[in-house]
Nanobody
Framework: QVQLVESGGGLVQAGGPLRLSCAAS????????MSWYRQAPGKERELVAR????????NYADSVKGRFTISRDNAKNTAFLQMNSLKPEDTAVYYC????????????WGQGTQVTVSS
């Protein structure tokens, strides 16, 4: 059974850091690209950061560049999102996503973790 379990969310003051983790099981983690998305109230879900499976190449939304860092530990089947210099506008539910192209795109999603940044 495929599972993505996020942890590390919570309440933090503006300017502070937070580290999210995504523990994966039930699939070959190292072969999947990993992403973090977020969804704020009344807004659409948006891509925050992505890391590829092979080279570990990363890309980020413009709004988080220089503040957030995505990484992965294939030995522990875990992805991370280090968030620094947090802003109130970073407040959202953050979702972990794993995807792979096998003919078509296959996606797995976590249940989400709430991040609240107070001003």
């Amino acid at each position: 059974q495929v599972q993505l379990v996020e942890s590390g969310g919570g309440l933090v003051q503006a300017g502070g850091p937070l580290r999210l983790s995504c523990a994966a099981s039930g699939f070959t983690f190292s072969t999947y690209a990993m992403s973090w998305y977020r969804q704020a109230p009344g807004k659409e879900r948006e891509l925050v950061a992505r890391i590829t499976s092979a080279r570990g190449s990363t890309n980020y939304a413009d709004s988080v560049k220089g503040r957030f860092t995505i990484s992965r530990d294939n030995a522990k089947n875990t992805a991370f999102l280090q968030m620094n210099s947090l802003k109130p506008e970073d407040t959202a539910v953050y979702y972990c996503n794993a995807y792979i192209y096998v003919g078509s795109r296959r996606d797995y999603w976590g249940q989400g973790t709430q991040v609240t940044v107070s001003s």
